[in-house]
């Protein structure tokens, strides 16, 4: 199949905050560039495509620990070319107008990062409003923390999360792609080396007429509340320091706030983790994370000395985020995805 980029996949949009923009992400190796030159251009997909890739839509194919809502379901499915993909249906309710959603997903597929989900691609037939984007085979960050029988994650990876995730929102920043609604531990997704990647189906517009976002009190910057106003710069602090909260307890953002507000910041920590990690670097990280939650936006760090300031608390980085996270060595296939010669089949009994 070829590949057909759409009229805007070439233009590269940059911040007017960042018109020369002189810090790099940090950690990015030459391997990882070369990696993400491998990453498939943006395209658009024919509904056919999709359609045989998700044999129908199967309810079977559906993504465990994807979105679930009746209207906006992911589907996991195998497309020859391209390989495994996570496919987003959305209702037509949200996006009646065809080219505006093709603009909106195209800013968002010019987007290429190691620390990103990518987006691979849309298709706009008739009602039908879909994004692609890559497949990742050991699912969400909801599912390893929240399971019932999940293994436990050690501190070293959950501040490897956090910190990969930031990377991932400053690399939006840049790229002016300032505002990420419901930023939740179902978002952040893990690929094939078991490193933690940011969904870039969160920075897509989901409402009536694609000219709002769906929004999520819990994640949303204190000033919200009162103004009902969302500062994209805001945004990105706030969930970052949501995100890392999460990682470690499991109290709301407003309980975590008036605790860290009474100096007792450690009584947030994770009991699964007692004895685990050091009460220096614990007390760094919330440190930050009380540093985001100031009232007025101008006090709370920005994107980039967030990643500058999470990056010295990374431990053991010589160790695999696949082996910190204790997965299996092969990800397993859909078990509704049919094999090559499965499909080899089908098209001899349709021929």
Request: glycine share 6%; net charge negative; with cysteine.
């Given at each position: 199949?070829?590949?057909?980029?759409?009229?805007?996949?070439?233009h590269?949009?940059t911040?007017?905050?960042?018109?020369?923009v002189?810090?790099?992400?940090?950690?990015?190796?030459?391997?990882?560039v070369?990696?993400?030159?491998?990453?498939?251009?943006?395209?658009?997909?024919a509904?056919?495509?999709?359609?045989?890739?998700?044999?129908g839509?199967?309810?079977?194919?559906?993504?465990?620990?994807?979105?679930?809502?009746?209207?906006?379901?992911?589907y996991?499915?195998?497309?020859?070319?391209?390989?495994?993909?996570?496919?987003?249906?959305?209702?037509k309710?949200?996006?009646?107008?065809?080219?505006?959603?093709?603009?909106?997903?195209t800013?968002?597929?010019?987007?290429?990062?190691?620390?990103?989900?990518?987006?691979?691609?849309?298709?706009?037939?008739?009602?039908?409003?879909?994004?692609?984007?890559?497949?990742?085979?050991?699912?969400?960050?909801?599912?390893?923390?929240?399971?019932?029988n999940r293994?436990?994650?050690?501190?070293?990876?959950r501040?490897?999360?956090a910190?990969?995730?930031?990377?991932?929102?400053?690399?939006?920043?840049?790229?002016?792609?300032?505002i990420?609604?419901?930023?939740?531990?179902?978002?952040?997704?893990?690929?094939?080396?078991?490193?933690?990647?940011?969904?870039?189906?969160?920075?897509?517009?989901?409402?009536?007429?694609?000219?709002?976002?769906?929004?999520?009190?819990?994640?949303?910057?204190?000033?919200?509340?009162?103004?009902?106003?969302?500062?994209?710069?805001?945004?990105?602090?706030?969930?970052?320091?949501?995100?890392?909260?999460?990682?470690?307890?499991?109290?709301?953002?407003?309980?975590?706030f008036?605790?860290?507000?009474?100096?007792?910041?450690?009584l947030?920590?994770?009991?699964?983790?007692?004895?685990?990690?050091?009460?220096?670097d614990?007390?760094?990280?919330?440190?930050?994370?009380?540093?985001?939650?100031?009232?007025?936006?101008?006090?709370?760090?920005?994107?980039?000395?967030?990643?500058?300031?999470?990056?010295?608390?990374?431990?053991?980085?010589?160790?695999?985020?696949?082996?910190?996270?204790?997965?299996?060595?092969?990800?397993?296939?859909?078990?509704?995805?049919?094999?090559?010669?499965?499909?080899?089949?089908?098209?001899?009994?349709?021929?």
């Open positions: 199949m070829g590949c057909f980029q759409s009229k805007d996949a070439d590269v949009i911040s007017p905050d960042h018109p020369s002189q810090h790099q992400l940090e950690s990015v190796t030459e391997d990882q070369e990696q993400e030159s491998q990453v498939p251009c943006f395209k658009r997909f509904l056919r495509e999709l359609y045989d890739a998700t044999n839509f199967s309810g079977k194919c559906i993504v465990p620990g994807g979105e679930m809502q009746a209207l906006n379901l992911v996991g499915g195998m497309i020859e070319g391209t390989g495994l993909v996570a496919i987003k249906r959305l209702s309710l949200t996006w009646p107008d065809a080219q505006q959603f093709v603009d909106q997903a800013a968002v597929g010019n987007l290429r990062s190691k620390r990103l989900v990518n987006l691979l691609g849309y298709c706009v037939e008739g009602g039908e409003r879909l994004l692609v984007a890559e497949y990742m085979p050991y699912g969400t960050l909801s599912k390893h923390l929240f399971h019932w293994q436990e994650i050690p501190w070293e990876m501040v490897r999360v910190y990969y995730i930031a990377q991932a929102l400053d690399y939006c920043n840049i790229e002016n792609q300032k990420y609604h419901d930023l939740s531990a179902s978002r952040i997704l893990f690929d094939e080396d078991g490193d933690p990647r940011l969904s870039t189906f969160g920075l897509i517009k989901n409402s009536r007429y694609g000219t709002r976002y769906s929004t999520n009190l819990t994640y949303t910057p204190p000033e919200f509340s009162e103004t009902g106003i969302i500062i994209p710069f805001s945004c990105f602090i706030s969930l970052i320091c949501h995100l890392n909260m999460r990682l470690v307890m499991n109290v709301s953002i407003c309980q975590a008036d605790i860290i507000m009474e100096k007792n910041a450690m947030l920590m994770d009991s699964s983790l007692e004895g685990r990690f050091e009460s220096e614990a007390t760094k990280l919330l440190n930050l994370a009380s540093k985001c939650l100031q009232k007025n936006p101008e006090d709370r760090p920005d994107t980039e000395s967030l990643v500058s300031a999470a990056a010295p608390l990374q431990k053991l980085e010589e160790i695999s985020s696949h082996f910190l996270m204790g997965l299996p060595k092969n990800p397993v296939l859909l078990p509704s995805m049919p094999s090559p010669l499965r499909k080899a089949c089908s098209r001899m009994d349709r021929a």
